[in-house]
């Protein structure tokens, strides 16, 4: 083509942004322009540089060399009010909100529109704010307490914060992490309307099929650089997967089959509330087998939680029934229920797994303290726990230089395999997992994947809750799906289809069979709104 | 060796470096005092003060003052010493009670600052109990006595755990009502109800053969030999049995200790209840020594023993140094008065400057650039975090 | 009507309603329980803007202990140098003047330490508050003992309102609670009213507020957490000074060890009492106070009928009890609320919790 195009300076460009902190080099070299009225996403594993580089951006971090430009003019940023004022809005990945404090008050605070020297002026506040709702599509009520919103609503009013301060380049940090399917096929509407008034926008981002469905164009950074940009219609998932990962992982631990036995760990119509009081686990109703695994999908706030609390003691149900090896234990307490064979792994091991100030052998006798051998006549046996935890660290592979350190001073991954190792030699009967693996090394993972399997085939019950599908799939031999605090399927876990499981992660129901005439929806969630 | 020294420096070197700190500021305050009380600057004032004190408190004497001139004299005189000692050990003895009422709280992550109203209540009940069996034989009254002292205390534990365990008040507010509440029931029920005719202030009766039994010197009683005992008893309790584990993981992480299948409203009550009973057998200890309740007990040990859980890190044994210190402090002030003749109360300004200085202690550790262990407790934080957050 | 008074508790209890109503609408109970009520106000004020802005501070009672010490010294020290000053208005001669300035100053300094240990050495908060409970209390013991000031300087007087104002039917209840007492005890509720529309309708209220729930959202807004943490505590401590000056300079002409008797404490009470803002920490402290006037009102003028008869009963045969029940009653009154309140009344989120700034990722 000859044709004469005008050339648009670009809204923002990154010039050789190097940035480096003891031991890492965060940010090497990167290159990156986003021109004005662009959906730019930019993709990376965890650590790979993303948040630095955005960090650079908005003035949290100072760059040790490279340069920005903005509308073609080399700028310094100085921090965030000055990106602010250069029009450069954050929507960070952990919501900045006062969950206190009105939609109104939020989205003032830092930019307050005042009706004198002291006093802010709310109604003109409550003005704008309406009016700037409506310009993007959705009806907001300034004064309604931004707790009592929901995450996909929570995610407008941060949206609604940058462009109360006219910002013309907003940076979003995973902003679909936390929505529902349906909230992200609103919050890309909003998105688009934001880059035909001629907004920029970074999307960062790590699930591949939405930035192939929202952005104009995708960079992919890994280990700080950048390896490649491409358009959306040039690429796919597994040209993306590749270059953030570049390799192929394939994670799959040989899982055998399983031969279940009776049912001993049997839940019935169990609903239990959460702290707000929503009924968020609403008749639910599974059993688990012994010499089985019984894996939870679900998207993190389905119920999940609640039903692992009430499960494990932590919280008492409403209503429903729990029976442990045919014994009701409907409501009793975690001490009751380790005492009948019941282990639990938590999902957060800090704050639950895990006492970080003790050293490591206290930590792998916390829930069995007061059993023997651990105590003999009053006393604890100081001897016995040092045995066992010298066996556990071997047997375990606990990477630490003995067992009298703080736990504190373990990685993350070895933290979780002391509570594996914990949980796992005890004579259990049931064994709930919960998030098993969060945020572990490849190496823990497999470790723990297998110890899972091992378990299994010598006869525990095993219920398995995971936001991570791919974990799910590869050890439950049944898989129960949860959406809005209910079990929508339960399929078998070695058949099972990974986009039949997602939709149903995502939607609460199976893809819906093409009618006659019409054409057939779309793979993927993003299909529905229909 | 080299291992032993370095890990004693890490334990010692706040403790050390902040006692040395206030000792400094104190003796900048005590040169300004001197402008009150000689109508001049005197910096050697500081030097006698300091001197008095540690004479008063050890028998130990490094200065000669004879006729206006100050020199330099070392010399112990085994009599005083002996006196002094004891003296000291027995000023200390229901320091570390108190001690441990505080720091054994920590340790569950809770602040017991009602030491006060604890003493007052264990010592209460302790002279009345006493009374009551002044005629039995020895043993029987003075056993009944302090039982009855640290039931009391006991229970005047119990209330604040209640409250924190079941309505969330939190502790550091509720027992200092509690001390006050304490303070003006009991002169109200020995002005009025127990009181004996005849002394010529308000007392009640005399204890007789449930007084504390002096084994020898002056002072040296039985009470500081239960005291040891029982140092070494928490000692074993914290540290070697399962309950001591359940109070020390409460302390540290109530959510993981509800995890493992503890209770954290039993141990809170379970722990302010003990930490009360510690604090009531202090009260009894000195009522026991003195005889008879009288009307306005002005005790301060209760207070003093929050310096002396800080100081001593939570850990029964840094309480008991911390005691000893203390108690030492007490036992040389009034020699210290009469030599300095600077008010007694610069003890107390000294401890909270020491306290002053462990508060600091991050900045202190940076200025020495040392790898020296944290001293205030870890469990400090649950109590700061139960402040702001209901009960677990 | 008048046979219910001669149903056994029943009786009682309506006999006392009736002599509180009385007691509140016309004799000086009202007046006598705001004055009682101000140094619980004050420092209920200084809690509110400390833990709004995220800082525990249980250190305003060794924050008033100084600042009574210290202004009471300075008006001596001035009082003894000017004895023949002239009293302006509010009875204020320059030594009271002096004094009060001095009080609030020493109540912003000690309050500058607490915010360095709290804010930048990041102590604990709880320790550090003791901290200066503890020497508060021995500092000023040791003074006082040292310099043993025997002068006075005098009190600051009250507000005398003509008498048919005090006539009125409501205005005039009104200026008979707020109006006829000394300066400081005035000023509280212009105070309260002030950091009221402060803290919620001003730009600076807005971000305390943001600071003491939420201090990353407000550093990622561009919103200087450190520096308004420091300023607000300082702030506080103006408050706190108020309420010392009030003990040695409008209540009482002395100076006395240990003469707080634990109202800061009280004053948190109030604040946990009133959900963190300054009405309902006002509320809270006459709330806790009136029971005092009361019991003062009841010993000087006891209520008539078997009531009266009843309690002069028990004032005649144990005396001490009778007086020290009503000298506990603001701590008793104290411990029944805070059980009852807290649990359900929830403090700023980040309160506590000493802010660290992220550098980056």
């Not at chain 1, 090394?441 to 019950?461: L, N, P, T, Y």
């Not at chain 2, 800080?310 to 008991?320: E, F, Q, S």
């Not at chain 3, 001669?6 to 006598?32: E, R, S, W």
């Amino acid at each position: 083509m000859t044709e004469t195009e005008t050339v648009t300076a670009p809204a923002l460009e990154m010039r050789g942004i190097t940035k480096r902190y003891p031991g890492v080099v965060a940010n090497d070299g990167i290159d990156l322009d986003v021109k004005p009225g662009e959906i730019h996403a930019l993709l990376g594993e965890n650590g790979a540089g993303k948040s630095t580089l955005m960090n650079i951006l908005y003035g949290l971090a100072t760059p040790d060399s490279g340069e920005i430009l903005l509308d073609g003019n080399v700028v310094r940023i100085d921090g965030p009010s000055d990106a602010i004022a250069r029009g450069i809005s954050m929507v960070h990945q952990h919501f900045m909100l006062v969950p206190v404090m009105s939609v109104a008050d939020n989205i003032l605070l830092g930019a307050e529109t005042m009706a004198n020297a002291v006093f802010l002026d709310q109604a003109e506040a409550d003005r704008r704010i309406i009016e700037l709702g409506k310009r993007f599509g959705f009806e907001i009520d300034p004064e309604v307490k931004v707790g009592t919103l929901s995450v996909g609503w929570q995610q407008r009013v941060e949206i609604l914060k940058a462009l109360y301060r006219s910002a013309r380049i907003l940076v979003l940090d995973e902003p679909t992490a936390v929505l529902t399917p349906q909230e992200t096929t609103e919050i890309f509407a909003v998105l688009r309307r934001l880059a035909q008034e001629g907004h920029s926008i970074i999307f960062i981002s790590h699930k591949l099929h939405e930035v192939l469905e929202i952005a104009d164009r995708i960079t992919v950074i890994r280990r700080g650089k950048v390896v490649g940009s491409r358009l959306p219609s040039e690429t796919n998932e597994d040209d993306l997967a590749a270059l953030m990962v570049g390799r192929n992982v394939q994670l799959v631990v040989d899982r055998g089959e399983s031969h279940p036995a009776g049912p001993t760990l049997v839940v019935t119509d169990l609903k239990v509330r959460d702290d707000r009081g929503q009924q968020t686990v609403n008749s639910v109703s599974f059993e688990v087998r012994a010499g089985e695994i019984l894996g939870v999908a679900g998207v993190a706030g389905n119920g999940q939680e609640e039903l692992v609390e009430a499960l494990t003691g932590l919280r008492r149900p409403t209503s429903g029934t729990v029976t442990l090896a045919a014994r009701d234990v409907t409501g009793s307490g975690p001490r009751e229920l380790q005492q009948r064979g019941m282990s639990f792994v938590p999902g957060d091991r800090h704050r639950f797994g895990l006492v970080l100030s003790f050293p490591l052998s206290d930590n792998l006798v916390l829930t069995q303290y007061d059993e023997a051998p651990y105590v003999k006549g009053l006393l604890r046996n100081e001897t016995e726990i040092d045995a066992w935890a010298k066996r556990a660290i071997a047997e375990y592979d606990i990477r630490t230089p003995s067992a009298d350190v703080a736990a504190s001073t373990l990685s993350g991954g070895n933290q979780q395999k002391a509570v594996v190792a914990r949980e796992f030699s005890r004579k259990l009967t049931v064994l709930i997992l919960d998030q098993p693996t969060r945020g572990l090394d490849v190496g823990s993972i497999e470790f723990i994947h297998r110890q899972v399997v091992s378990k299994r085939d010598q006869g525990a019950a095993i219920l398995l809750v995971s936001a991570e599908l791919d974990e799910v799939l590869e050890l439950s031999d049944r898989v129960a799906v949860m959406y809005r605090g209910e079990i929508v399927a339960l399929v078998d876990g070695p058949t099972a289809s990974r986009e039949e499981v997602g939709l149903l992660m995502a939607a609460g129901r199976r893809s819906i069979p093409p009618t006659e005439g019409a054409a057939p929806p779309p793979d993927g969630p993003a299909a529905v709104s229909a | 060796m080299r291992q032993f020294l370095r890990r004693t420096w890490a334990l010692a070197a706040v403790p050390l470096i902040s006692i040395i700190l206030a000792l400094l500021l104190g003796s900048l305050l005590i040169i300004a005092s001197s402008l009150a009380t000689e109508k001049s600057l005197n910096l050697l004032l500081p030097l006698v003060a300091y001197e008095s004190l540690l004479q008063g408190a050890t028998g130990l004497s490094f200065i000669d003052v004879a006729g206006g001139a100050i020199s330099l004299h070392f010399s112990i005189n085994p009599d005083q010493a002996s006196r002094a000692l004891t003296s000291t050990m027995a000023a200390a003895s229901p320091l570390v009670l108190t001690g441990l009422a505080v720091g054994v709280g920590f340790k569950a992550g809770l602040f017991n600052i009602g030491g006060s109203g604890q003493v007052l209540v264990g010592g209460f009940f302790a002279g009345l109990a006493g009374a009551a069996f002044a005629q039995q034989p020895v043993p029987v009254a003075f056993t009944v006595a302090i039982v009855a002292g640290a039931l009391g205390g006991a229970l005047y534990g119990f209330i604040p755990g209640a409250l924190k365990a079941f309505t969330g008040a939190h502790e550091v507010v509720s027992t200092i009502m509690l001390n006050s509440l304490a303070a003006f029931v009991i002169v109200g029920l020995v002005n009025d109800i127990f009181k004996i005719t005849g002394p010529s202030f308000a007392r009640t009766a005399d204890v007789g053969h449930a007084a504390m039994p002096i084994l020898f010197g002056r002072n040296g009683n039985l009470g500081i030999f239960i005291t040891l005992i029982l140092v070494a008893l928490t000692w074993v309790l914290i540290y070697r049995t399962p309950l001591g584990f359940e109070i020390r993981t409460v302390g540290a992480n109530p959510s993981a200790a509800r995890y493992a299948g503890m209770s954290p409203r039993r141990l809170i009550v379970l722990t302010l209840s003990l930490c009360g009973a510690f604090a009531g057998l202090a009260g009894a200890f000195e009522i026991l020594s003195l005889g008879y309740y009288p009307a306005i007990f002005g005790t301060t040990i209760g207070f003093a023993g929050i310096t002396v859980a800080l100081l001593g890190r939570a850990h029964p044994v840094g309480i008991l140094l911390a005691a000893i210190l203390l108690g030492g402090m007490r036992a040389g002030a009034p020699a210290m008065q009469i030599t300095a003749k600077i008010p007694i109360e610069i003890i107390d300004v000294i401890q909270g400057l020491i306290l002053l200085f462990l508060a600091a202690e991050s900045v202190i550790r940076h200025l020495i650039r040392s790898r020296a262990e944290q001293v205030t407790p870890d469990e400090i934080n649950t109590v700061s975090r139960t402040y702001g957050e209901t009960t677990i | 009507m008048d046979f219910l008074f001669d149903v056994p508790v029943f009786g009682f209890i309506l006999q006392f309603l009736a002599y509180l109503v009385h007691a509140l609408f016309t004799t000086n109970l009202p007046a006598q329980t705001l004055q009682l009520a101000t140094p619980i106000a004050l420092g209920a004020l200084c809690g509110v803007l400390n833990e709004r802005s995220g800082i525990v501070n249980i250190g305003i009672e060794g924050m008033m202990l100084t600042s009574a010490f210290v202004g009471f010294m300075a008006a001596v020290i001035v009082s003894d140098a000017m004895p023949d000053a002239q009293a302006g208005f509010f009875g204020f001669t320059p030594a009271l003047v002096v004094g009060v300035i001095a009080a609030m100053a020493a109540g912003m300094l000690v309050s500058l330490l607490h915010a360095w240990l709290s804010i930048t050495v990041r102590a604990d908060q709880i320790i550090s508050g003791t901290v200066i409970n503890i020497i508060a209390l021995g500092l000023t013991g040791y003074l006082n003992r040292l310099i043993h000031p025997s002068g006075s300087a005098g009190t600051l007087a009250q507000l005398k309102p003509p008498a048919e104002l005090l006539e009125l039917p409501v205005v005039g209840w009104i200026i008979k609670m707020f109006f006829t007492s000394g300066p400081i005890t005035t000023l509280v509720i212009f105070l309260v009213i002030g950091l009221q529309i402060w803290l919620f309708r001003s730009r600076w209220g807005l971000r305390t507020r943001a600071v003491g729930e939420h201090p990353r959202a407000a550093d990622t807004v561009g919103i200087n957490v450190i520096f308004y943490r420091y300023r607000n505590v300082v702030l506080g401590g103006i408050f706190a000074g108020l309420a010392g000056a009030w003990l040695t300079l409008e209540f009482n002409a002395s100076f006395q060890n240990g003469m707080t008797a634990n109202r800061g404490f009280i004053a948190l009470a109030a604040v946990i009492f009133g959900r963190w803002t300054p009405i309902g920490a006002f509320g809270g402290a006459l709330l806790f106070m009136v029971w005092e006037a009361l019991g003062i009102a009841i010993r000087s003028n006891p209520p008539p009928g078997d009531l009266g008869v009843f309690l002069s009963g028990i004032q005649a045969s144990y005396p001490s009890i009778y007086n020290n029940f009503f000298g506990s009653l603001p701590y008793l009154l104290t411990l029944i609320v805070l059980a009852g309140v807290v649990g359900r009344s929830i403090p700023p989120a980040a309160v506590g919790r000493p802010y660290v700034k992220e550098g980056a990722s």
